[in-house]
C-alpha cells in the first residue's frame, strides 16, 4: 500500500495523516529536484570561484572533484584533467601522505579544520605561508561523501608584517642614537633583512654588494 493510499483512508488519526501527507510532499519535491536540469555542479563550482582564494571538493577517496581556477592554474592543469586525481599524481609523496591522513581523520571524525596557518618551501628553496580551511560534506543521511577545503596564501601579508616589525625596529634604535655613523650601521643592519622591500624610503641594491641610497633625486656617489 502506497502513502497516497493510506491518505484515502478514512480511520487514521489526524496527527499520522498530518506526518504522511509530509512524507508524500517531500518525496514528490526529491523527485522533482533528481529530474531537473538544474546544474549543480555548475552552481557548486560557481560559489568555489567566489573565495579569494584555493578552494575545491573531494570524494572520500581524497579525489578531487571540483576546484577553482586558482587551484588549476596554479597546477599548471585543466580541471577535466585533475577531476578523479589525487595529490599523490601532483608531485611530492610526503606532502601528498599527509593531506591523506589529515583528510582521512577529518571525515572520521566530521571536525572541521578551521585557520591552521602552515608554510612550504618548494623545490626552489623559496617559502611559502597559508591558511587552510577543511570541512566534511554529509549526504541527507548525515553520511560523509567528501570535503571541501580552502586554502588563502598569506605569504605576502607574512612578509609585509616582518618589514614593518624590521621598520619599528628599526626607528626605534635611530631614536636611541645620535651619532651618524652608528645611525648608518643600523639602517644597514636592518637592510640586509629586507629581502630587497622598500621601508622608509631606503632602497637596497645588490651590485657587487649593498649599495644605500636616498630617495630624494640625488647622484649615487653622493652617499
Not at 70 to 89: C, E, I, K, P, S
Not at 163 to 172: K, N
Given at each position: 500500500?502506497?502513502?497516497?493510499?493510506?491518505?484515502?483512508?478514512?480511520?487514521?488519526?489526524?496527527?499520522?495523516?498530518?506526518?504522511?501527507?509530509?512524507?508524500?510532499?517531500?518525496?514528490?519535491?526529491?523527485?522533482?529536484?533528481?529530474?531537473?536540469?538544474?546544474?549543480?555542479?555548475?552552481?557548486?563550482?560557481?560559489?568555489?570561484?567566489?573565495?579569494?582564494?584555493?578552494?575545491?571538493?573531494?570524494?572520500?577517496?581524497?579525489?578531487?572533484?571540483?576546484?577553482?581556477?586558482?587551484?588549476?592554474?596554479?597546477?599548471?592543469?585543466?580541471?577535466?584533467?585533475?577531476?578523479?586525481?589525487?595529490?599523490f599524481d601532483l608531485?611530492?609523496?610526503?606532502?601528498?601522505q599527509f593531506h591523506?591522513?589529515?583528510?582521512?581523520?577529518?571525515?572520521?571524525?566530521?571536525?572541521?579544520?578551521?585557520?591552521?596557518?602552515?608554510?612550504?618551501?618548494?623545490?626552489?628553496?623559496?617559502?611559502?605561508?597559508?591558511?587552510?580551511?577543511?570541512?566534511?560534506?554529509?549526504?541527507?543521511?548525515?553520511?560523509?561523501?567528501?570535503?571541501?577545503?580552502?586554502?588563502?596564501?598569506?605569504?605576502?601579508?607574512?612578509?609585509?608584517?616582518?618589514?614593518?616589525?624590521?621598520?619599528?625596529?628599526?626607528?626605534?634604535?635611530?631614536?636611541?642614537?645620535?651619532?651618524?655613523?652608528?645611525?648608518?650601521?643600523?639602517?644597514?643592519?636592518?637592510?640586509?633583512?629586507?629581502?630587497?622591500?622598500?621601508?622608509?624610503?631606503?632602497?637596497?641594491?645588490?651590485?657587487?654588494?649593498?649599495?644605500?641610497?636616498?630617495?630624494?633625486?640625488?647622484?649615487?656617489?653622493?652617499?
Amino acid at each position: 500500500m502506497s502513502l497516497e493510499d493510506l491518505l484515502g483512508r478514512g480511520d487514521l488519526p489526524e496527527d499520522a495523516l498530518e506526518v504522511i501527507r509530509r512524507e508524500v510532499e517531500y518525496r514528490r519535491t526529491r523527485a522533482a529536484a533528481a529530474s531537473s536540469s538544474f546544474d549543480w555542479l555548475g552552481c557548486v563550482l560557481a560559489l568555489l570561484e567566489c573565495f579569494p582564494g584555493k578552494a575545491f571538493v573531494k570524494d572520500c577517496d581524497s579525489r578531487f572533484v571540483l576546484a577553482n581556477q586558482r587551484v588549476t592554474q596554479g597546477l599548471g592543469v585543466t580541471m577535466d584533467w585533475l577531476r578523479g586525481r589525487t595529490d599523490f599524481d601532483l608531485g611530492r609523496a610526503d606532502r601528498a601522505q599527509f593531506h591523506r591522513a589529515e583528510e582521512l581523520a577529518l571525515m572520521a571524525t566530521r571536525a572541521p579544520i578551521a585557520g591552521i596557518e602552515r608554510s612550504y618551501v618548494d623545490v626552489d628553496g623559496r617559502e611559502y605561508s597559508y591558511v587552510t580551511y577543511k570541512l566534511p560534506i554529509r549526504d541527507e543521511e548525515d553520511c560523509v561523501v567528501g570535503l571541501a577545503g580552502f586554502i588563502h596564501d598569506t605569504t605576502a601579508l607574512r612578509r609585509a608584517n616582518h618589514a614593518l616589525l624590521l621598520q619599528r625596529d628599526l626607528s626605534i634604535r635611530l631614536a636611541a642614537t645620535s651619532d651618524l655613523d652608528d645611525a648608518m650601521a643600523c639602517v644597514l643592519a636592518s637592510a640586509t633583512r629586507l629581502e630587497c622591500i622598500d621601508v622608509g624610503g631606503v632602497y637596497l641594491a645588490a651590485d657587487a654588494g649593498l649599495l644605500l641610497r636616498a630617495q630624494v633625486g640625488l647622484p649615487p656617489d653622493v652617499l
